[in-house]
């Protein structure tokens, strides 16, 4: 790898440690070099892992139409989810755990059997998901004022923060991920909707796509793994004293609140 690619990890992974966000760094590599961007998540990868935490699934991001034009791209990206960044249903994020906090309501599928190499179809997707949960995202960015392109967010882990798994399972014969309705509180207050279909049009679309893509990357997803499928609606800014709560038609409730006072 690149000394651009290492200078580039080592600016989020301070960002990180010291709690203050960093510059972009797009600038260090060409326009739209999604492999020096994947590599930078690569080392982030290496570091967790060395520091004792496990890979337990992966995360799609990108999957509105409306953000990838946003972006000026034509295609999700993907983030590694670790065992560190999983927090309990109806628990709490620890006040200054993240730098700048959002939340989006996603359905997460648990997988119950590896899904095969380049080419994985919504039909593999289907016959290798054991259960359906409804789960909260909650991304954060290292880089200062969410400024960010798709090389930004790729080489920052997806924009990754933590996530929450609600407590009910679902079979998919039970649920059909493109039909659900979805509704976001903070409070009482309605701050996101969306439906499956708002996700690549179908979230079993977008964990296609992500089996794919990381099989041609060598490292293909395997049974037990927990794949965020992506977001149902726009995301909200978190602050202390937020509580918010999705519920996913068929799936049922997630909750998370964050530590401090309300403003």
């Known amino acids: 790898m690149s000394a651009d690619v290492h200078k580039a990890a080592e600016l989020l992974a301070t960002a990180a ?4 966000p960093c510059p ?5 590599f060409a326009d ?34 409306a953000v990838q034009r946003q972006l000026g791209v034509d295609q999700p990206d993907y983030g590694a989810l670790f065992s560190d960044m999983a927090l309990d249903h109806d628990g709490t994020v ?3 755990r993240l730098l700048q906090p959002k939340v ?12 095969p190499g380049p080419g ?27 400024d960010i392109t798709i090389v930004d ?24 991920p493109a039909d659900v309705e979805m509704r976001l509180h903070r409070g009482t207050e309605l701050v996101s909707q969306g439906t499956g279909r708002d996700c690549l049009g179908d979230p079993l679309n977008a964990a296609a796509w992500l089996a794919t893509t990381l099989a ?16 149902l609606g726009p995301m909200v800014p978190a602050a202390p004293g937020d509580v918010f709560t999705a519920r996913i038609s068929g799936l049922g409730d997630v909750t998370i609140s964050f530590e401090g006072e309300a403003a």
Not at 41 to 60: F, Y
Not at 126 to 140: C, G, Q, S
Not at 216 to 231: C, F, H, N, Q, S
Request: aromatic residues 4%; hydrophobic residues 45%.
């Open 120 to 146: 994985c179809s919504v039909a593999d997707v289907r016959a290798a998901t054991a259960f359906l949960a409804p789960a909260l995202e909650i991304v954060d960015s290292r880089v200062a004022g969410w």
């Open 32 to 65: 739209g070099d999604l492999d020096a961007a994947y590599d930078v998540q690569r080392l982030h990868t290496e570091r967790v892992l060395a520091a004792g935490h496990r890979l337990v699934g992966r995360k799609i991001g990108l999957t509105s139409p």
């Open 104 to 115: 989006e309501a996603e359905i997460a599928l648990i997988l119950g059997a590896d899904l």
């Open 153 to 176: 967010t790729i080489a920052d882990n997806a924009s990754s923060g933590l996530f929450v798994l609600g407590d009910t399972r679902e079979a998919l014969d039970a649920v059909e």
């Open 17 to 20: 440690r010291t709690g203050t």
């Open 24 to 28: 972009p760094v797009r600038d260090l």
């Open 216 to 231: 041609r990357r060598g490292d293909p997803l395997r049974a037990g793994d927990i794949v965020l499928t992506g977001a």
């Open 94 to 96: 620890a006040a200054g």
